[in-house]
């Protein structure tokens, strides 16, 4: 069984505060776009099992950390624990979206393979439960369950639908390379609530976007990396309707008119997805 986890993007990002346990509040819109990793799940026959557990493996771009450690491995012994009789499994990722470029690839990778294991596994389990498991993988993971535009703040994963359909405009992103430590990107803010939130802003017109809706990631984040805040300064020259750093960095993308993404030359070192 095989399933295609997707990426997001965020749309305006303000950290309004921080909290006593360390994390910050957010406000922000997420949206889910077209970039995807491919996860299979196979339950091996009795006489080809997996000795225990999970078997994992993965191809495409590089994966951070020891495979051990891997998003999907939590998932499963996530739900082990909850479900001991869960057979041995074996997981393959094949890996597309970059990583740590504010995209939620990880998370996604993790959100879907609940999914996986609750759908062949047969568990029952309905979206609000399997919503549950995801916040214990990580803030941005429940998106991933429920996959439609929301406005979402806490720590990000208090969601509430929002009637936003972008699907009459094309995306460009681009991911430079470059990993933006999160721990060091949000020393560099000093949190503070917004006058006009995101969820306000997402209701006009997209070309109004581009003075109103920010990310307060790309001060500190273009300071330190000009050749991020270069990218955008690209794709507005290219005639983007609106661009912005996604989440912390490092990818930035740009909305344009349907079908009207531009051919641009970028560095041999950057990855980019069009999404038309």
Known sequence: MVLFPNCKINIGLNVIAKRPDGYHDIETVFYPVNWCDALELMVPSQTNSVASGVQFS?????????????????????????????????????KCIPTGAGLGGGSSDGAFTLQLINTKCKLNLSQQQLSAYALQLGSDCPFFIFNT??????????????????????????HPGIHIPTAWAFSQLHPTRPAK????????????????????????????????????ASLYAAGALYASLSGSGSAVYGIFTKNEVPELNWDQAYSWKIIL
């Open 58 to 94: 993965y191809t495409g771009l590089p994966v951070p950390g020891i495979p051990a450690n891997n998003i999907c491995l939590k998932a499963y012994y996530l739900l082990k624990k909850d479900f001991p009789q869960l057979p041995p499994i074996s997981l393959h990722l094949h």
């Open 149 to 174: 535009p929301v406005y979402a703040t806490g720590r990000g994963e208090a969601m509430e639908p929002v009637d936003l359909d972008l699907s009459a405009f094309s995306f460009l992103i681009i």
């Open 197 to 232: 939130s995101a969820k306000h802003t997402i209701q006009q017109p997209i070309t109004t976007w581009r003075n109103e809706l920010t990310n307060d990631f790309e001060l500190p984040v273009f300071q330190e990396y000009p050749q991020i805040a270069a990218i955008k």
